[in-house]
T-cell receptor, first 115, second 115 residues
């Protein structure tokens, strides 16, 4: 399975933008890029996902490199509530194009937000 | 909607004891998953059920069994608990199909300690 590489930790100040990078140089053409985050003492929650094009939703934006070997999760204005572990995950699609739901979590990036 | 519920929230077992972790979802999802998370680590998939009546092994299935009781419920059984199974256990569910996000919804977790 293709793997992702993320920095162990990042810091930000409240109300500033945060760019969380993820490398996935062995990504295959049908792998989707998913981001989840895990707040302290909670289960993970979905943030955003994409395949080739940049994506926006109410929580964040996802910028995907043209060669798809890297991506960046963008939090436009960090709040204290955004302090969490952020996981970049590749969701594998099988050769027939039917995607499995299985996710493989790495260690993620611990985001600290300072007031 | 309660989403994904897990019982119990906390459990302490002695080595060799058995127990069943319960999980239920009320979102009519086809797929359900069991993960474990050790301190400072990402989640690892134990077992998953792509649909009612099917179960498959994940990354770390040894020492566990599962039952997909019906579409709503997916239980995880430890037949003979070992200290290495001390962990936080998360259940998740998702829907899959063309055009869907495959977003996984997670329960609050069960904190299990085996002494």
């Amino acid at each position: 399975d293709a793997k992702t590489t993320q920095p162990n930790s990042m810091e930000s100040n409240e109300e500033e933008p945060v760019h969380l990078p993820c490398n996935h140089s062995t990504i295959s053409g049908t792998d989707y890029i998913h981001w989840y985050r895990q707040l302290p003492s909670q289960g993970p929650e979905y943030v955003i996902h994409g395949l080739t094009s940049n994506v926006n939703n109410r929580m964040a934006s996802l910028a995907i490199a043209e060669d798809r070997k890297s991506s960046t999760l963008i939090l436009h204005r960090a709040t204290l509530r955004d302090a969490a572990v952020y996981y970049c995950i590749l969701r594998v699609a099988n050769a027939g194009g039917t995607s499995y739901g299985k996710l493989t979590f790495g260690q993620g990036t611990i985001l600290t937000v300072h007031p | 909607n309660a989403g994904v519920t897990q019982t119990p929230k906390f459990q302490v077992l002695k080595t060799g004891q058995s127990m069943t972790l319960q999980c239920a979802q009320d979102m009519n999802h086809n797929s359900m998953y069991w993960y474990r998370q050790d301190p400072g680590m990402g989640l690892r998939l134990i077992y998953y059920s792509a649909s009612e009546g099917t179960t498959d092994k994940g990354e770390v299935p040894n020492g566990y069994n599962v039952s997909r009781l019906n579409k709503r419920e997916f239980s995880l059984r430890l037949e003979s608990a070992a200290p290495s199974q001390t962990s936080v256990y998360f259940c998740a569910s998702s829907e899959h199909g063309a055009g869907l996000t495959y977003e996984q919804y997670f329960g609050p977790g069960t904190r299990l300690t085996v002494t």
